[in-house]
């Protein structure tokens, strides 16, 4: 098993920046892809961002210029950095992350979700 657990969610003022983190522990032998989704209240989960284990990185439109993601795969830990937030990104945010447990047992997993508030 691999569990997920995030942090640096809060409140912040529009225009303010957020760090997330998310650490991963448990029986892992490569990481494939982690990343981050957001569901906001009466909304869809959607992509935020994601980065494959090569580094390839791929960005939902409106995060593209003001979210960075990041990883250190010897950590297992996945970063989200958001600046220039704005009211329309307050969610909570899940990160993810597949992978390998072994040479043939693959493994999906996800995190709590931390609240991210973005407000005056």
């Known amino acids: 098993q691999v569990q997920l657990v995030e942090s640096g969610g809060g409140l912040v003022q529009p225009g303010g920046s957020l760090s997330l983190s998310c650490a991963a522990s448990?029986?892992?032998?490569?990481?494939?892809?982690t990343g981050w989704y957001r569901q906001a209240p009466g909304k869809q989960r959607e992509l935020v961002a994601a980065i494959t284990s090569d580094g390839n990185t791929n960005y939902a439109d409106s995060m593209k210029g003001r979210f960075t993601i990041s990883s250190d795969n010897a950590l297992n830990t996945v970063y989200l950095q958001m600046n220039n937030l704005k009211p329309e990104d307050t969610a909570v945010y899940y990160c993810?992350?597949?992978?390998?447990?072994?040479?043939?047992?693959?493994?999906?997993?996800w995190g709590q979700g931390t609240q991210v508030t973005v407000s005056s």
């Open positions: 993810f992350m597949t992978g390998y447990n072994n040479y043939t047992s693959t493994f999906d997993s």
């Open positions: 448990g029986s892992i032998f490569s990481i494939s892809a």
